[in-house]
């Protein structure tokens, strides 16, 4: 696969909404049954809309970044919408910050690819635990070259907040094998953007992200930036 791929991996994201079995679903808050409606607001006329929209993304859908069964079919239709320019409003983020939708939408991207990578698995599996036996997990880590897609198209996008966040997301999902090949070609795009971002998660992704591509320790996080997720989530994208 390369960067340029065909948009045929990708749905019609109205399809999306229409054709899957969202009551079947769960979220954190049970059936997933107002889920389409809620999503469709993403790409409202109305910002206020939008946040409301990204806020039920971010919770139940994704709530404390857990992978719910909802969270599948979400993240095929945030990446099926991420090019179309209604994404490129200001909204309000869970702090209430104004930030662009596509921005906070490829921050939740980042953050479901990281509940699914190897370290993930391996920290399930410290605890006795086996990603392989969830289903909406395995079925995450197979829509990685998909959101893959999706998500390379702004990795160097005019606006920076839009064009880190890209990166970071490519960083997380690069992890899957049929990806590891882009690795060498977007590796000099991390060093050069994301290592010396002002936001600290992205900093933490890029040099966790170049040391497990065995890319040398020289841009390992700072002590600030190591142990970003010990609450449990950040208080910057990913969430």
């Known amino acids: 696969m390369t960067i340029t791929d065909a948009d045929d991996l990708l749905p019609n994201p109205w399809d999306l909404l229409a054709g899957a079995d969202w009551a079947s679903l769960e979220h954190a808050c049970g059936s997933a049954a107002g889920t389409p409606a809620l999503l469709a607001g993403l790409l409202a006329d109305d910002a206020g809309a939008q946040a409301r929209a990204l806020r039920h993304l971010n919770d139940p859908v994704h709530h404390q970044n857990t992978i719910y069964s909802a969270t599948v079919p979400a993240a095929l239709y945030v990446a099926a919408i991420l090019s179309d320019p209604r994404t490129g409003t200001v909204v309000a983020d869970h702090d209430g910050q104004a930030l662009p939708l596509r921005a906070a939408l490829l921050a939740w991207v980042t953050s479901v690819a990281i509940e699914v990578d190897s370290e993930a698995e391996a920290k399930m599996a410290d605890v006795g635990l086996c990603l392989e036996e969830h289903p909406e997990s395995v079925q995450v880590r197979a829509l ?10 702004f990795l160097h996008a005019p606006d920076l907040a839009v064009q880190e966040a890209a990166i970071a997301a490519v960083v997380s999902l690069l992890d899957a094998p049929e990806l590891v090949q882009q690795r060498a070609l977007l590796t000099p795009l991390v ?24 890319e040398g320790t020289d841009v390992l996080p700072d002590d600030q930036d ?14």
């Open 226 to 239: 190591a142990d970003l997720w010990a609450g449990g989530c950040s208080s910057e994208p990913p969430f």
């Open 144 to 153: 990685r070259p998909r959101l893959f897609q999706a998500v390379s198209a």
């Open 191 to 214: 060093r050069d953007v994301l290592v010396s971002s002002d936001n600290r998660s992205y900093r933490f992704i890029a040099g966790r992200g170049l040391k497990s591509w065995g």
